[in-house]
DNA sequence: ACAAGTCTTGAGAACGCTAACAAGATGCGC
DNA sequence: GCGCATCTTGTTAGCGTTCTCAAGACTTGT
C-alpha cells in the first residue's frame, strides 16, 4: 500500500530556497535578523511546498509545546453525559479555548481528571509529563484544588484558574459570583419580592459562597432576613428539587427563588407547578448559567449569563502571552450579565 | 525562578535500574521478549521515578503519535455557540471521542475546519502535517467532502466517516439514519397519521436524504401520499420556523410532522402554538437528535435518539485498532433508537 | 579608512524516544 | 556435546526542530 507522500520537513524547504536549516526556522517563527529579500524567498518556497513545522519535533528541541491543555472533572462530565444532562458548560469552554488556541498556532487538548480520588496528582502529572503543555486552564472545582494548584506552581507550569478570584499562584478569572448574586437578588427586591430563597451550589466550588454573598449583601442592604432561606444543591436537577421543595414547605410566604444552576432551576420550576404555583405570577425565577435549555422553557427563564467561552479565551490569551519569568499572577474579572425573560415578575400584590 | 523539578527521562529509568534504555522502552510498550524478572524491576523504576514517556518524543522516533484528530465543521459550531444554541453535537462526539482515546492511551485533538472554503485542503493538510495523527475522525459534512477524504486517503491516514454509509476509503459509521427516518414515519401511521409532513436537513448533509428515504419508504408501505409534504431547512431555529409554516400552509389536514433537528423541531413546536394548535392533541410530532433541550420543553418531544457519542466511540476504536496494511474499511452501523415522549398522541379523530 | 559594534547566516549539538541491527545467552534436537 | 534457532539485552542511528555558538558581512563614528 502506497504510504502517501512523506511529510515536508523544514530540511526541503532549506534545500528547495538554498539557505540553511536555522535560517527557514527564523522565518517560521519570525525571528528578526533575516534580510527581507532572503525572508521572501524561502516563504516562497514554504509556500510552494506546503511546509507546516512538525509539533512534536517543535516540542522535542526543547521550545514551546504549543499546547495549552484544559482540565475537566470527569466525574461531572460523565454524569452530565450518561444522563445526557447536556454539558454545555464542557462546550463553550472548548469553544472558547480552540478559538483563541488556533489564533495563535496553539492547540488546546482536554483531559478528564477526578478531583476526588487520591490519583489527582498522579493523573495530572502523568497528563503534564506526556503533553508538557505550555499551559493548564483549571475549571471548577480544580481550580480551588491546592493539590493540582501547587504541583503546576512547583513544576513552573504557567495555568489559569477559571471562576476563582483568589490572587495567585496562577491567574485568577472569575465572572464576579458575587456581583452576580448581588445583581439577581436586586433586581428581585427592586421588583418587591422580600422572601428571596437561594439555592446554592456545592461548598467545595468557592463560587458557591462567593454567590451566596452577593445575595445576602443585597438582602441585607434592604434590610431583608436570610434565615431559612437558603439550600445548598450539587447543580444537578434532584438536588434542585430537593432543594426547591424544602424551600417552599419552609416558607409559605416565598415569592422569588434563585438557583445557581439552570439545572435545579429547572427542577424548581417543575416542583411550582407541581404546587400550583404559576411562574412568574406566584414565583420568581432566576438561574444560573444561560444554558440553551433555558430559552424553550415555559416559561423561559430569566438567568444570569455566564460567560464562560469569553474567560476561557482570556485564560489562554493569558497563558501564550505570558512570559517565563512574569510578575505576579493578575486575578481577571469578566462580568456576568442578568438576562430577562419570563420566569420574574413584580412580587404577588406589589403595585 | 525556580523552574521547578525536570522531567523524568528515560534515560534515568535505565540508570535507576540498571538496564540499557532500550529495555525500558519494551517495558513500557509491552515489548514481547523482556525476562519477567527484569521487567518487574524497570516497572518499580517507573514507579518510583513517576516516569512517563513523552508523546512528542514517541512522535519523532517514528512510530505513532497515540493522537486522533477530530474534524469539526467551524462555520456551523461558531454558530451555535455565537447563538447559544447548544453545540450538544460536538459535546457528545468529543465525550466519546475523548472518553475511548483516553482508555487506549491516546489523545483526541479537536480540530474546526471550514468545509466550504477553497481552503480546506490546505487548513486540512497543515493540521496534518503539523499534528501527525494516528488517525481522523470526520463529521458531517465533512465525511462527504471528496477533496478531504481523498487527501487523507492520498496521505495513507486512517479516518473514520461519521454519518455516512457509503463504502470507504475511510470507515464508515452511520445512525441507521433510513431506518430511523422510516421508524418514526412508521410509529405516526401506527397512532393512526395519514399526512405526514417531513422537515429535512440540508442536501449536503447525505443523512438528510436517507432520513427523507426512510420516511417515503413508510409512507409508501401504506399506500400514502407524499406531494407536499417535504420541507427543507438547515437544522436551525429560523429555518424550522419557516419549513413548518410552509407545511401547515401548505396542507391544513396535516396532523404530524417529523423534524430532522431539535432545533427545526423546537420551531414546528411554537409555529403550532401560534397558530392555535395542540402538541400532541392536533399536531404530533418527533424530532431527530433528542439533546437535553427537549426533555424541558412543554410538552416534552419525541425524538429520535442520536448515538453519537457511541458512533464516535466506535470510530476511534476501530481507528486505533486498524494496522497500516488492512484489508477494506467497514461500514458500521450504530442504530439509532425512538424516545417516545409527550409530543404524539394517535391522530385527531382516532379511536 | 579603521576599530568596534551590529546584522545576518550557518554549523553542530541536543531534545527523548524507538527501529534496526548486533551480540551474547539459552534452549533444542540429535 | 555440537550446531542451529530462539530469546534476551544492548548499541547505534536517526526522527525534525531549535538552541548555542561562531564566523562573515555590513554599519557607524571618528
Partial sequence: MARGRKTVTIREVAEDAGVSLQTVSRVVNGGPNVRPQLRDKVRASIERLGYVPSLAAQRMSGSRSYIILAINDRERTLADWRERRGTDWVDQMLLGGILTCSKHGYRMMVELIDTH???VERELSAAISALQPDGVVLTPPHSENRLITELLAERGIPFARIGSNTPGPGIALTMGDEGAGHLATSRLIELGHRRIGMIAGPAQYSLSGWRIEG????????????EGLLETGDFGYESGTRAARALLDRNPDLTAIIASSDQMALAALEVARDRGLSVPRDLSLISFDNTPIVRFTNPPLTAIDQPIAETVSRAVEQLIAREPADD?????????ALVERSSTAPAPGTA
Fill in 117 to 119: 480520588s487520591d490519583h
Fill in 215 to 226: 445575595w445576602k449583601r443585597a438582602l441585607a442592604e434592604y434590610g431583608l432576613p436570610v
Fill in 328 to 336: 505576579g499572577d493578575p486575578v481577571i474579572e469578566v462580568a456576568a
